[in-house]
């Protein structure tokens, strides 16, 4: 699944569109249908994307690209890696703008 990704968007200019519900796991939830799907994440609540094949290259995270959000910003860390089990072998980092990405991602969004 290389190239670009969204979630909670079923009409947008990313090459995936995916669903919250169908790859999210955590102690939060996935909410609504279509391009009103969202997280909801209560206190220390989190939720933990389905890893993602990216491709090498540079990756950016957006959060609210197509709606506005409420509450506090969230928390967004990433794994990566050349492999999945590199991926999955790899530390939370906290994203803070644009990284290399190996080839694969998963993402973790926290309160």
């Known amino acids: 699944m ?5 979630w909670g968007r079923t009409t ?4 995936h569109s995916r669903k919250f519900s169908d ?6 939830q996935a909410s609504g249908t279509g391009d009103g799907e969202n997280l909801i994440l209560d ?7 389905e890893m993602v094949e990216l491709g090498a290259g540079n990756a950016t995270i957006t959060i609210d690209k197509y709606d506005t959000g409420s509450g ?3 928390t967004i ?3 990566n890696g050349d ?3 590199n991926c999955d072998a790899d530390s939370w980092n906290v994203y803070s703008g644009e990284f290399t990405s190996l080839g694969f ?3 973790r969004v926290s309160n």
């Open 77 to 79: 860390e990433y794994k």
């Open 23 to 28: 790859g999210w796991a955590g102690t939060g």
């Open 12 to 15: 947008s200019d990313e090459t």
């Open 43 to 49: 206190g220390t609540e989190y939720m933990i994307s």
């Open 83 to 85: 492999s999945e089990a």
């Open 105 to 107: 991602v998963r993402i």
């Open 72 to 74: 506090p910003a969230p």
């Open 2 to 6: 290389a190239g670009t990704v969204t």
